[in-house]
């Protein structure tokens, strides 16, 4: 079993950037595929990023590519979700995952564990 906790949420303006982190603890990291997943106010909750085990491969939705960036450093058992050019529609949210399934996964029923979620609100 993995724990989850992600950090780095906040207020900031639209354009601004922020960067969510999500450290593991528990079993070995690197044994797991992670993404990460947002729920906006009456929304269900959207894919983002995923990453692969050894973070060697990433993609990333439509709504955030070119913008948006994941990756992972799994000496320190952490996540990352790098957000530049913030929209007012990116307010949500966002939760990190970890699957024991490999691969790029876009789907959130296939990841095992999850974070408690951590509030991003950009003003316009």
């Known amino acids: 079993q993995v724990q989850l906790v992600e950090s780095g949420g906040g207020l900031v303006q639209a354009g601004g950037s922020l960067r969510l982190s999500c450290a593991a603890s528990?079993?070995?990291?690197?044994?797991?595929?992670m993404g990460w997943f947002r729920q906006a106010p009456g929304k269900e909750r959207e894919f983002v990023a995923a990453i692969s085990r050894s973070g060697y491969s990433t993609y990333a939705a439509d709504s955030v590519k070119g913008r948006f960036t994941i990756s992972r450093d799994n000496a320190k058992n952490t996540v990352y979700l790098q957000m530049n050019s913030l929209k007012p529609e990116d307010t949500a949210v966002y939760y990190c995952a970890a699957s024991n399934t490999p691969g790029l996964l876009t789907t959130q029923f296939k990841y095992d564990y999850w974070g408690q979620g951590t509030q991003v609100t950009v003003s316009s």
């Open positions: 528990g079993r070995t990291f690197s044994n797991y595929a």
